[in-house]
């Protein structure tokens, strides 16, 4: 092969557009810009998000106030109710409520919340506990261990 007879494949080389060079080139006069205005003109142009001196979109929209904790703990919750699904004197734990489907995933703590009765004696194992989810674990005969 030589590679003086080398060429790219038809349809790979543009050439360039040369704007404002006679309305016999195809893009004369107005150069493609259009007639007058404010985008017509040379120089910079409107940054981005101006809407011509309306209130911009971002300025109509309520303001973003506060901040984002980034240190904050997110919890799988589970309530005492959903915990009566699970046999009498069973150990409970984040992969048991994994396997039951009460928890979507374990990459996060468990916490137990205090709604619903429970009516079985359970030995709970969890990060936290609500103070009436504790109460109502031990009311009804059973443990709830923090991890």
Request: glycine share 14%.
């Amino acid at each position: 092969m030589d590679q003086s007879k080398l060429r790219p494949p038809v349809g790979a080389k543009h050439k360039r557009k040369r704007v404002g060079c006679g309305n016999g080139s195809g893009h004369g006069s107005f150069s493609g810009r259009g007639c007058k205005g404010q985008k017509s003109r040379s120089g910079p142009n409107v940054r981005v998000g101006f809407e011509g001196g309306q209130l911009p979109l971002i300025k109509r929209l309520p303001a973003q106030r506060g901040f984002t904790n980034k240190y904050k703990t997110i919890y799988s919750t589970i309530n005492v109710g959903k915990l009566n699904e699970f046999a009498t004197d069973m150990e409970v734990t984040a992969t048991e409520l994994h396997k039951a489907g009460m928890i979507q995933t374990l990459k996060y703590p468990v916490k137990v919340l205090g709604d619903g009765n429970l009516d079985r004696a359970l030995t709970v194992k969890a990060k936290k506990f609500s103070a009436i989810a504790k109460e109502k674990i031990i009311a009804a005969g059973g443990k709830a261990e923090e991890i």
